[in-house]
């Protein structure tokens, strides 16, 4: 009976791992592909990535998206610190409902109405203060400043209830001041947990199509825009090999990232062991 | 100890105390004066503009505040937008199949996505890991990407259709791509890993030997599953449900690509009167006619993660 059940499970587990992947995998395939129309397939080539690289278009929206995914994953990683730290820190203070409030709200927010309303906060901006003139990488990056940092702030928040406090409380005891406490026992503690809220934060602002469309202006196409203006009229083999080249780039990474942060792991269990068996070497040599 | 040096160890004290403090206003001023300008103030703007009347003008839409011609401030609101959405029929389907196809969508999820979370938490720690890993990877890959894979798979001369025709199964193409079913299959694919993690969340907590030993005391496995393992998943459940139905319900890109011209859905609804039609008080009335649909699963979904912080 409980074999039964297990097959079940992973029957289902296999069904589900396969949907997931089979797309992923035939969009790859196709991006090989000779013939002008996707699913048909007309021999192995590289012509699409050629087609490919030959775009200026390409070039200029895959810079455009990096750019302001770096400084939107920098500004939201060191305003979602500064919030996860207040939520979790600061016990009791005035605001605090409406603070935690907006901070995860966004999480949850439909992508339109974030859009619809950013977009009609800086016209109303520009027609009263002047600012902004013009739409573009400003816009797009504030938008996403402001729905990331939500993200960052709920992984630092999760890292700082796991955290012990006691190790804080030990230094000021010591006699530490509140700033070297935070730069010597905070920050080192918090760095994982910024380091992943940098990485989210990069990839949501790279993958973001709906927000950015509301609050862009003309002639600022970030990557996804581009993608989605070509697709939106069919199958285009050269966005298969886009495609191939960004799912490839972010699997090495989250591979990558994923080998080195169980190392750590491994590493920090192996630490703990040793730490054991000397406390344990240390009790028996004293009281020899 | 003199009083003088008493007097400066107090100074020290309190200016110490007012340092810190500052610092702490520093630290939660900065994203809390970010989050008012960008995040509340923008929400009142669409509300002011949802009761405003459209215009062809630059805005486009009246001012709520005007000067009568005897000088007094006037307030002009107009709930014409919202009567609008509520008489025209269109509106209204529209809504009903948003959360109609969120809804379905939503337990679809939960029927492929509850055995295979179950799975990974039974499964040894280093297969475990691997597991993870592959649930979490399409999470990181472009949304928009895996949305246009379809495309190609479910379009009339797509890769199911010539399978198909090729094995002799068909003779004529299915129309797929563009249809209700493209809509529920995006759905399910794209959101499939919210619901997922969350539920292995929920389980890896629980104590997996309680339904062994309700089977051990001779319970049927459907009867340990309702009894047991079902109330005991249940805050997985609603938080995976959650957060699959809430941006489902507003989703554009998926009908948009998937459905085409003839998918219903609110989301695609408000980016057209939009950007199309221009008309911004009835998108802005529809935003927050959206709002009302989403607010009570978005506070509860606030509700059971503040819970699950304290705890």
């Known amino acids: 009976m409980k074999k039964q059940r297990s097959t079940f499970m992973f029957s289902m587990l296999c069904f589900g791992l396969a949907f997931l ?12 592909n000779h013939s002008k129309i996707v699913p048909i397939w007309g021999g192995f080539s ?13 070039w200029q929206a895959l810079l455009l998206s990096l750019k302001i995914a770096v400084v939107n994953a920098t500004f939201a990683t060191l305003m979602g610190t500064l919030a996860g730290l207040a939520l979790v820190r600061f016990g009791r203070f005035r605001g605090r409902t409406l603070f935690s409030g907006m901070i995860s709200a966004p999480l949850v927010m439909p992508e339109v109405i974030t859009g619809l309303s950013l977009l009609l906060l800086f016209i109303t901006l ?13 816009t797009i990056t504030i938008a996403h400043i402001t729905f990331s940092m939500a993200y960052v702030a709920v992984i630092i928040q999760s890292r700082l209830t796991g955290m012990d406090e006691s190790l804080e409380e030990a230094a000021q005891d010591l006699g530490a001041k509140p700033l070297r406490v935070l730069t010597d026992i905070t920050l080192p503690i918090l760095a994982p947990g910024m380091l992943a809220g940098w990485l989210l934060a990069f990839t949501l602002s790279l993958d973001d199509l709906v927000i950015a469309s509301f609050v862009t202006g003309p002639g600022s196409n970030t990557l996804p825009i581009l993608i989605y203006s070509r697709i939106r009229l069919g199958l285009r083999p050269d966005i298969n090999a886009l495609a191939t080249i960004i799912i490839v780039t972010v699997a090495i990474g989250v591979i990558l990232a994923g080998y080195i942060m169980w190392r750590q792991e491994k590493q920090r269990q192996r630490d703990q062991q040793m730490a054991a068996a000397d406390k344990l070497d240390f009790d028996t040599e004293t009281t020899a | 100890m003199s009083e003088a040096s008493q007097i400066s160890n107090s100074l020290v004290k309190n200016l110490s105390y007012k340092l810190q403090s500052s610092w702490k206003t520093l630290v939660v001023g900065i994203p809390y004066i970010w989050l008012f300008i960008f995040f509340l103030v923008p929400f009142f703007i669409v509300l002011k503009i949802s009761f405003a009347e459209s215009l062809i003008a630059s805005p486009p839409f009246s001012s709520l505040f005007q000067w009568a011609e005897d000088g007094a401030l006037q307030i002009r609101v107009l709930f014409d937008n919202f009567a609008y959405l509520w008489e025209d029929e269109l509106y209204i389907t529209t809504y009903i199949n948003s959360v109609k196809v969120a809804f379905i969508s939503t337990l679809i999820c939960l029927i492929i996505g509850y055995p295979m979370a179950y799975a990974i938490v039974r499964s040894s720690p280093t297969k475990k890991n691997i597991l993870l890993m592959l649930i979490i990877l399409p999470f990181w890959t472009s949304f928009l990407l895996r949305v246009y894979a379809w495309m190609g798979l479910l379009a009339d001369q797509g890769t199911i259709n010539n399978l198909l025709i090729w094995l002799g199964i068909i003779d004529q193409p299915i129309r797929m791509l563009y249809t209700q079913f493209a809509v529920y299959l995006g759905i399910v694919y794209s959101y499939l890993p919210f619901m997922i993690l969350p539920l292995y969340a929920n389980m890896e907590k629980l104590d997996i030997t309680l339904h062994e030993a309700a089977a051990d005391l001779g319970a049927k496995p459907i009867t340990t599953f309702l009894t047991v393992t079902l109330p005991m998943t249940m805050p997985g459940i609603i938080a995976g449900s959650l957060l699959v139905f809430i941006p489902a319900t507003g989703e554009y890109v998926i009908p948009d690509l998937l459905g085409g011209g003839n998918s219903l859905m609110i989301g695609k609804v408000l980016y057209n009167e ?9 998108a802005s009335a529809v935003a927050i006619a959206l709002l009302i649909v989403l607010v009570a699963p978005m506070m509860l979904y606030q509700h059971i993660q503040s819970k699950e912080s304290e705890s």
């Open chain 1, 21 to 32: 992947y089979i797309p992923m995998v035939l969009l790859i395939v196709y991006s090989f």
């Open chain 1, 46 to 58: 590289f012509r699409w990535y050629k087609v490919l690289f030959e775009s200026p278009e390409v």
């Open chain 1, 126 to 138: 520009s027609q009263f203060i002047g600012w902004p003139s013009e739409r573009g990488f400003t």
């Open chain 2, 274 to 282: 939009f950007n199309n039609n221009h008309d911004w008080p009835v």
